[in-house]
């Protein structure tokens, strides 16, 4: 079958809700993919902030085919050694107590949501208990995760969502404490918002938000799906902050494409909040995914991955400054470590696209006019010399 037939073949049978690029991407090697015709493409935006180690490697392909030979499931109603191994990393790395595993970014949401709500449950006794989240959050697509997620439009269609939820101004503590009453049980946001623009919570505003926490007996929830894993140049972002979450969430690079999450809580947390019967799933943190997560942990450690990415985002920080310097269109970057945004006054879709489609260059875009960047975290500088060419040309063309 050609690209065409194979384009309406899918188009017939798969459920229309994203307008794809016309691209069939078939195998990767390093942070390059190609399509079926064997054609090569600089990947800088790693299946949306997945692929921390690139692809085809392989230390990470030998340990799953390992583990796939050994057993991939065995349900939650046993141990397995890839789990307890994974749960111990993941901890260390994190600094968090508990572990609770799930199948994406969005299920880590509903578990963080529900330890919230069964926390003042177990301490306040039961009550119309409310969250706090963010404007231009975004924090997934299921019920609970889109009723925490700040964009209106995408909420709007499935109205009544979770009830209870009131939306702040990121980075605006008044907006905050506007919003705080005697129900409140948590607070959620992303550490640094990547779906919204890429805005990194302010170190002021989110160290009163942690104050504020702590003085009403109300949980921190951050959600570090996308920011986490290294991405910032810390393991989590919020390690940058010199505060702790009550409850993380963490998935994309955590098994480097196999669908893993979780959500992590403090001892405390663990202590007064779910309990046996209060939740699960049947896949999540199966011997196959945390079998990858606890080689993705070895892996950042063997090639001091993190070290990496705060030389490397200094180098391609330069790179994108000299675009905002150049550019008119160019107006501001935004972001943090190897996570980058362009704001662009040029239609972002159009840059994405021509950069996909005339220069092999895959990139992201978010909120409405923002470039966003989320390469592979092992690139180097002649990958970013590569990427600055082939942006070069693409800015070129909107003179
Ligand atoms: C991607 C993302 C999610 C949702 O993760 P899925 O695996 O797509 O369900 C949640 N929060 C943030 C910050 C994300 O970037």
Known sequence: MN???????????????????????????????????DEEYLDFASGIGVMAFGYGNEDYEEALITQLKRITHTSNLYYHVPMIEAAEKLSRASGMDKVFFTNSGAEAIEGALKTAKKFAYTNKGPGDYEII??????????????????????????????????????????????????????????????????????????????????????????????????????????????????????????????????????????????????????????????????????????????????????????VLDVFVAKYDFVTERRGLGLMQGLVLTIPVKEVVSKALLEEHLVVLSAGKDVLRLLPPLVITENDVDEFKEKLEKIFDSFL
């Open 133 to 318: 989240a963010m404007e231009n959050s975004f924090h997934g697509r299921t019920v609970g995760s889109l009723s925490v997620t700040g964009t209106e439009h995408y909420r709007e269609p499935f109205y009544p969502l979770m009830s209870g939820v009131k939306f702040a101004t990121f980075n605006d503590f008044g907006s905050v404490l506007a919003n705080l009453n005697d129900n409140t049980c948590a607070i959620i946001m992303e550490t640094v918002q990547g779906e919204g623009g890429l805005y990194p919570a302010d170190k002021e505003f989110l160290k009163k938000v942690r104050e504020l926490c702590d003085d009403e007996g109300i949980l921190l929830i951050l959600d570090e799906v996308q920011c986490g894993m290294g991405r910032t140049g810390s393991m989590y972002a919020f390690q940058q902050y010199d505060i702790k979450p009550n409850i993380l969430t963490t998935a994309k690079a955590l098994g480097n494409g196999v669908p893993i999450g979780a959500f992590c809580v403090t001892d405390k947390v663990a202590e007064q909040s779910l309990v046996p019967g209060d939740h699960g799933t049947t896949y999540g943190g199966n011997p196959l995914c945390t079998a990858a997560v606890s080689q993705v942990f070895d892996m950042f450690e063997e090639y001091k991955l993190i070290e990496h990415v705060n030389k490397i985002s200094a180098y391609l920080e330069d």
């Open 3 to 37: 690209k065409k037939e194979y384009i309406e073949k899918a188009d017939k049978n798969l459920l229309h809700v994203y307008n794809r690029f016309p691209v069939i991407f078939d195998y990767g090697k390093g942070v390059h993919i190609y399509d079926e015709l």
